[in-house]
């Protein structure tokens, strides 16, 4: 079959959906279920690394998608990389973590792509049409697709995605998983921080995770209404715990390891080299001090500006000091909890 690309680029010639597949440029970016399409669109790499997500927000504009049948595109993959992901609990240094990751000829990191979102909502839709673990198994080939020889791909799945995280791992027996999360006090105070917008998003994300049947703390829905923004925050927050640690007790620690922001951002390097040890592609000293100096430990996440580790811990403070009353009273709020449920608010096996 072939299809004009689609692109405002007139020096783009038809190609056709095989080639396309073949070319990890070629982005599989949604997922149809009513169709059993996939939509890809072209993404260089260069505009991977400039991009803060996979998402319509933050990619060019004037991209138009290739579709074709979920069949058809992945019966034209070609051999996987080797597949890995940064699960994390937002609010954690996540997309830092994926920007840093990508190194050519040593990795390539996705930043939420969003064909995963499409599946979480697809399935909180009731999941009529076809099997969805055949569609996930099939959208995990197509990330899987490798930028450049000897290449692994790391993919850093959006926060709504983490209710997939036991099947994607169930179906790729040789990824492994990096568990990103904020100490408590610190994604309380980011959460604040943000103002009415994180705390509307953190009650969006409990809708979310509640239809996903992940929240099991002893709470009623009735309860959830009576709570202020921030213990709506850390119900979030610990219900990732609860689930962080499941991960582990499932897969193993030899497959998985959980870090905190905090241990990532006073050790880089020893957390990168770990990292690479844990996805099985070691790194020698002077990659992991190139990666620990790079942008991605220099610069906002967001925004691109020139962001150092200092300048994270003077944002940190900040949250502190005028949320302090606030966050330390939820804080003990979520030790109770935590211990009623049968938990720790520290997962086990940390990656240092």
């Not at 969003?114 to 599946?119: E, G």
Request: hydrophobic share 45%.
């Amino acid at each position: 079959m072939s299809v004009s690309p689609p692109t405002t680029d007139p020096a783009h010639q038809t190609v056709t959906i095989a080639s396309a597949v073949k070319d990890a440029t070629w982005l599989a970016h949604r997922y149809d279920p009513e169709a059993d399409a996939v939509h890809l669109l072209p993404v260089p790499r260069a505009t991977h690394d400039k991009v803060t997500f996979l998402t319509d927000q933050y990619l060019p504009e004037g991209l138009q998608p290739l579709v074709a049948r979920r069949s058809e595109v992945v019966s034209a993959a070609p051999p996987a990389a080797p597949l890995h992901f940064l699960f994390h609990s937002a609010y954690c240094c996540s997309t830092m973590l994926a920007r840093a990751v990508d190194r050519p000829g040593w990795a390539m990191g996705l930043k939420e792509p969003v064909i995963l979102n499409d599946i979480v909502g697809w399935r909180r839709r009731g999941g009529q049409g076809p099997d969805m673990a055949s569609v996930l198994n099939d959208t995990l080939t197509l990330l899987s697709r490798p930028f450049g020889p000897e290449e692994a791909v790391i993919v850093k799945p959006s926060t709504v995605v983490n209710g997939l995280a036991p099947a994607m791992l169930a179906l790729r027996p040789e990824s492994r998983a990096v568990l990103l999360y904020a100490p408590l006090p610190t994604y309380l105070g980011s959460i604040a921080r943000k103002g009415i917008d994180g705390r509307l998003w953190v009650r969006t994300l409990l809708t979310g995770m509640l239809d996903d049947r992940l929240i099991d703390l002893g709470f009623t829905t009735r309860d959830f209404l009576g709570q202020t923004d921030l213990q709506v925050a850390a119900v979030g927050w610990l219900a990732h715990q609860k689930l962080f640690a499941d991960l582990v007790a499932r897969f193993g620690a030899d497959r998985i390891r959980t870090l905190d922001s905090a241990t990532l951002m006073a050790s880089p390097q020893d957390a990168i080299s770990a990292m690479a040890t844990l996805f099985n592609r070691p790194l020698d000293q002077r990659a992991v001090e190139e990666i620990a100096s790079g942008p991605a430990f220099r610069t906002h996440s967001k925004s691109g500006a020139e962001f150092t580790a200092a300048d994270r811990a003077a944002e940190l403070r900040r949250a502190d000091d005028t949320y302090a009353d606030e966050i330390g009273k939820v804080t003990k709020w979520a030790e109770v909890v935590a211990a009623g449920a049968g938990f720790s608010l520290t997962p086990p096996a940390p990656l240092l």
